[in-house]
């Protein structure tokens, strides 16, 4: 560290950006150092496909960089020698060629390789352990390969609010957009976790149906035998033949165990691939639909505090927590805050004194 430092320190105490680059295997990193006053007081690094040329990749990175959105443009970026002078049109460019700047080109250079190798070798490693995981998971199941995984869990306090949430891994890895959210439309009288899960399937399968799209390769149930009976029971009536199985928390809420199809536990060890890969994805799906769960419960107790304002309707509400974003910001606004917030004087002076009941006029 001291070394670098000494490295990294300049003597005209310029602002600068030192940016360089390096590839392998169809990958690039650019590594970023900000220079400010002669001295690195942080550094950026990204890390991204590329298709044709590498030096067009970072060209387009660096225009991009300093052309969208409000990033400072320092009086000089240092870049490598590139044949393509565009940049040098547009952004305050230099190519240093020796001495300490050029120094400083090579220490980034050198960053971005070995950050870059270090990524491509954790990944390496992280899809090894998913083939291993999923391998075991196939011969403990007795199904194909499952390249493509869904997971669901139920989150509620009873029929208020009641959600699921869906995360989808594909070679063991999470897919993040094919994650779903689902609100659970609750009957209060025949509500239980078994039909919530029953409703949800349902949906999410008859979609795939309509739309043809590709099913997962194994449904994963956060539950024990009542939801993996509910799912199956869903599945057989929209004649879809899926495998599934169910993954079940000990009372301290970790993951405890595996059951097959029909609700019987199946032996793994705990110090395995497979287990990590399994509590990995109880964790992550209960995570998703509890935070989904508290998005809605929040909201909902927001709006039971402003219906009982006069003049504060559905559509007036939704206007008031789109504009302050959050009921702190909405309860500290002022009557003038609310008046530019589109709200009508009568019903801004209702919607503060709610909020400062002791400023009320007395009856």
Known sequence: RLNEQQTITLTDFADRDVIGYAVQDGQICIQVFYIRQGK???????????????????????????????????????????????????????????????????????????????????????????????????????????????????????????????????????QRDGYRKFKIQTDTTTFSDTAALYQVIERRMSRLQKESAPYPDLLLIDGGKGQIRAAREALTRLGIDLPIAGLVKNDRHQTESLLDASGQPVPIGKNTPLFHFLEQVQNEVHRFAVTFHRQQRNKRMTESQLETIPGVGPKRRQALMIHFKTLDRLRAAEVDDLIAAGIPHVTARNIYLHFHPDLRPKE
Not at 81 to 97: C, G, H, K, S, Y
Not at 136 to 158: K, T, V
């Open 40 to 174: 690195m007081i942080a550094r950026d690094h990204f890390v991204f496909s590329y298709i044709a040329d590498p030096e067009d990749a970072f060209a387009t990175f660096v225009a991009q960089f300093y052309t969208q959105g409000n990033r400072l443009i320092p009086k000089e970026i240092l870049l490598p020698q590139m044949e393509n002078p565009i940049l040098a049109d547009v952004l305050p460019v230099r190519f240093p060629q020796r001495g300490r700047k050029r120094k400083l080109l090579d220490l980034a250079e050198q960053n971005a390789q070995t950050f870059l190798q270090d990524t491509l070798a954790l990944a390496e490693k992280t899809s090894a352990q998913s083939k291993s995981a999923l391998q075991e998971l196939s011969a403990a199941l007795r199904i194909p390969y499952p390249q493509r995984i869904e997971c669901f869990d139920i989150s509620n306090l009873g029929p208020s609010n009641a959600v699921a949430g869906l995360v989808q891994f594909i070679a063991g890895l999470p």
